[in-house]
Structures are given as C-alpha cells and as structure tokens.
C-alpha cells in the first residue's frame, strides 16, 4: 500500500505550484516591460491584444479562462490521498455507504443553493419595482429591505443554531425550504408589512441554510465512523459544485426574468425549494 503523503512532503508541492505560477507572471510581466511599459500595453500582453481591452466580453472571457486554468492547476499541485480509516474505504474511493451519504447531502445542498442564487441578482430589481402607498419603492427603502434580511440573520443566528441543534438538523434543513418560501413569496405582494415579514423570514432561512445541511452531514459522517479526510473531501466538492450552480442560476434568473418579469425567478427558487425539502423528508434521518 502506498503511504498517504507527508504534511511536508504536500508543503512541497504548494511551494512549488506557487513557485511556477509566480515565474509564470514574472515572465509576462517583463515581456509587458519590454513591450512598451504602458500599463495598457502590459494587460495587452496578457490578454491578447489591445482590442480586447476596449472590448468587455471578451476581455471577461479571457481572465475567466486564465482563472479557470489558475485553479484546476492548483488543485492538482494540493490534492493529496484520502487515508483510510474504516472498513469498506480505500485510498481513493469512499465506501458504499459514504458515496451514498454524499449523494444524500449533495443533491439537497446544491438545490437549496439553486434556490438562495436563483434569487439574489433580482432582489433589487422585484424590490424597486413595488408601489406602495401610491409611491414607488426608493432605493434608500430597497436598503432597509436589504437590512431587514441580513440584520435578521445576525440578530438570530445564535439562536437558529441552538435551536437546530436541539430540535434536529433534519428539521432546521426543512424549515429552512419552508420560510425561504414564505420570503419568495411575499415578493408578489406590494404591501409593505408583508414584504418586511418576508425579508425576515429569508434572514432566518438564511441562518438555516448555513447552519442545518451542514449540521446534519457532520452528524451522520461522526455516527458513521467514516475518515474525517472524506468530511473535508465532501464540502470541498459541494462548495465547488456550488460555484457552478450559481452560474446555471444566474443563467435561469436571467431567462425567467426576461419571459414573465422580475417576480419569475423568486417563483422558480420555490420549486427548487420544494424539491430539496422532499429530498430531506424522504432520504434523511434525523440527528
């Protein structure tokens, strides 16, 4: 059996991926110097030409290509093996029963993230949209919206984790899909208590989605026995699928947004939602 790799011997390889991707901007940077010396003619180097510096979307395109290429390279420079620690697991496949609760968590995970960034790029726009009293929502009170949401989430979040620790993870996951709801929903109203209701209510939800998924996957990995490399392993991959997740939800927000308006996508987070919270009573314990 190979011996899993050393904390030195992964130094090693953090130093010298760092090492390579430094060289690696040294030398541009001095083909930029060498180039003109302008800080214009320097970027032009980097990212083609000096067309594409006038030009945003292609100038997006290329630095999110360079930034993709960045972290696939320095992913592979850090991975290391998983060590084993319980029966079933191997070096570099998890057991049957942890693949499993994997999927379990993973696929709820993921939908309660679709359904938080399915939200987020319209809340401004579905906000100033509203006319209350006979006047249009300013932006000072589409602020205090905002504030109403992440104050709430501060003010409980205390006692949102208390709470789910004693009443259950399970439970906290499902409540969260439920008042999420109740704040996509209130946006279809144009009466100021219900909309202040529901940005509190999304501020608790939002305690609960940091709080309860994860809660209950730590639970279930300790009573299982499984390694704790497979623990670190799981939320590196939920957190790298989430980042994916946030552009296919950008892309459906934007989609909806454009065919029924800036309510839609606040409507299709619902579903997501509904699908998570079935997933949660239907796949997990509680703990």
């Known amino acids: 059996r190979r011996r ?18 430094s060289t690696s901007l040294a030398i541009l940077g001095s083909r930029a110097t060498s180039n003109g010396g302008s800080l214009s003619s320097r970027a032009a180097v980097l990212v083609g030409n000096e067309a594409t510096i006038d030009d945003p979307t292609k100038l997006f395109r290329i630095l999110f290509r360079i930034l993709g290429v960045a972290c696939v390279g320095l992913k592979v420079a850090t991975m290391k093996r998983t060590p084993t620690s319980s029966p079933g697991e191997s070096a570099n496949e998890p057991s049957l029963d942890m693949a499993r609760l994997q999927r379990r968590f993973l696929t709820v995970f993921w939908l309660f993230k679709m359904a938080d960034w399915l939200q987020g790029p319209y809340f401004y726009d579905v ?25 709430t989430a501060a003010a409980l979040g205390a006692l949102v984790g208390r709470l789910v ?12 899909a439920l008042l999420y709801g109740l704040s996509a929903l209130s946006v279809h109203s144009d009466r100021l208590s219900l909309l202040l209701l529901g940005r509190m209510a999304g501020g608790v939800g939002t305690a609960l989605l940091f709080s309860a998924p994860e809660a209950w996957l730590v639970g279930e990995h300790q009573r299982a026995g499984f390694s704790d490399a497979w623990l670190s392993g799981t939320f ?8 994916i997740v946030a552009i296919l939800a950008g892309l459906l927000a934007g989609s909806a947004a454009g065919l029924y308006g800036p309510t839609a996508p606040f409507a299709l987070s619902m579903v997501f939602l509904a699908l998570g919270a079935a997933v949660v009573f239907a796949t997990w314990r509680e703990n």
């Open 165 to 176: 620790d004693a009443h259950g993870r399970k439970a906290g996951s499902i409540a969260f």
């Open 236 to 243: 590196g991959l939920a957190y790298l699928g989430d980042s």
């Open 4 to 21: 899993a790799p050393t904390l030195k011997s992964s130094r090693r390889r953090r130093r010298a991926a760092l090492l390579v991707l």
């Open 127 to 151: 906000y100033s949209s509203k006319v209350i009293n006979g006047q249009p929502v300013s932006t000072d009170m589409v602020a205090r919206f905002f504030l109403t949401g992440f104050g």
